[in-house]
């Protein structure tokens, strides 16, 4: 409460902004994929399932997105398995922008992670580890390659579909634009976190590479848990506490961060959820 009655709200109202207009753009991009199924929905539909999807996954991790298409099937006529798979081609999407995220952020800060691997584990316990890691994941793609197993047949056709999934973005009729809004969404996420983080005056000289790790920590606690509740301002400070940063600022910005955030999915979120039977009530008539 200390930090937030300093900090600077010029700078949160920006980053809540630039998070507003990710999640425009999240909504714009869905529909260059469905259009080549024939279906061409309404943007204000689209808008409003993408908040709908933010909010219910504060319940239930990951119910958002069975709403969303669920969403699509009830106000657009389009089948949930196609508008649910073309949820799972987006998120495949952005899993590889965020891996390569995460390359670039070890590229930029190689030395100084690697000395703090060395610091607290033991160089040859990490080689013995990645050994492993390499050996199983082998004897499990070999297995599952020659397996009929149902398990096996499972996994086959699940990875196939993910596939398709990758495949899929770059054989679409809009694939540059969808590229590009892609890039455009996680660059508005990075810059987010960054501008944000200037509300805090101890936070002002913050390097990129911090900005990055701690970005990256805190993408992961929101993956695992409900929306980030309780363990995004851990992730930060367990990302900032590498380089050295206190524990309060650290704190204090995923607090601040979350919240903003989070305020503002309740809001367009809530708003959505009242508004799309309205809206296509009237669209109907």
Known sequence: MTYLKKSNYGWIIAGMFLGLLSHMSRAYRWRFQLEPMGYKIKYANSFMAVFATYLINYTIPRAGEVARASILANYEKVPFEKGFGTIVAERIADLLVMLFIIAITLFLQYDFIYAFLVERFHPFKIGILLVILIITVFVLFRYIKQSSSKFALKVKTFMNGLLEGILSIFTMKKKWAFIFHTLFIWGMYILMFYITSQAI????????????IGFISASFSIAATNGGIGSYPVA????????????????????????????MIIVFGGISLAYLPIYNRKNNR
Do not use: R, V
């Open 201 to 212: 005056h101890d936070l002002k000289d913050i390097s990129i590479g911090t900005i990055l």
């Open 236 to 263: 930060i400070y367990a990302a900032f506490s590498i380089f050295g940063i206190a524990q309060e600022p650290s704190i204090a910005f995923g607090w601040i961060m979350w919240s903003s955030q989070t305020l």
